[in-house]
Nanobody, 120 residues
Framework: QVQLVESGGGLVQAGGSLRLSCAASGSISSINAMNWFRQAPGKQRELVAGITSGGITNYADSVKGRFTASRDNDKNTVYLQMNSLKPEDTAVYYC??????????????WGQGTQVTVSS
């Protein structure tokens, strides 16, 4: 079983910055990709950013140039640096990890979510 714990959410004014962290623990042999999703009230969950074990990143168009994903493979931790935040970035942010356990089984795990609120 793999657990993901997010931290770093909060309330910030428009134009400000926040850094989210997500640490994975448990029966982990390898993590192929770590992703950040978000879900705003009344909207579907959407992919914000993803990063592979090799450091290849992808971003939603709405956050390109403002958000940066990074990861520490030794710590099984992924980060999301969010700059120039806008009120429309307000959402619950979820961490997601895809990999393989020590037993060789694939996993697709989610964190509990962390609230990010951007005031105008």
């Amino acid at each position: 079983q793999v657990q993901l714990v997010e931290s770093g959410g909060g309330l910030v004014q428009a134009g400000g910055s926040l850094r989210l962290s997500c640490a994975a623990s448990g029966s982990i042999s390898s993590i192929n990709a770590m992703n950040w999703f978000r879900q705003a009230p009344g909207k579907q969950r959407e992919l914000v950013a993803g990063i592979t074990s090799g450091g290849i990143t992808n971003y939603a168009d709405s956050v390109k140039g403002r958000f940066t994903a990074s990861r520490d493979n030794d710590k099984n931790t992924v980060y999301l640096q969010m700059n120039s935040l806008k009120p429309e970035d307000t959402a619950v942010y979820y961490c997601n990890a895809l990999g393989r356990s020590y037993m060789g089984f694939p996993f697709n795990s989610w964190g509990q979510g962390t609230q990010v609120t951007v005031s105008s």
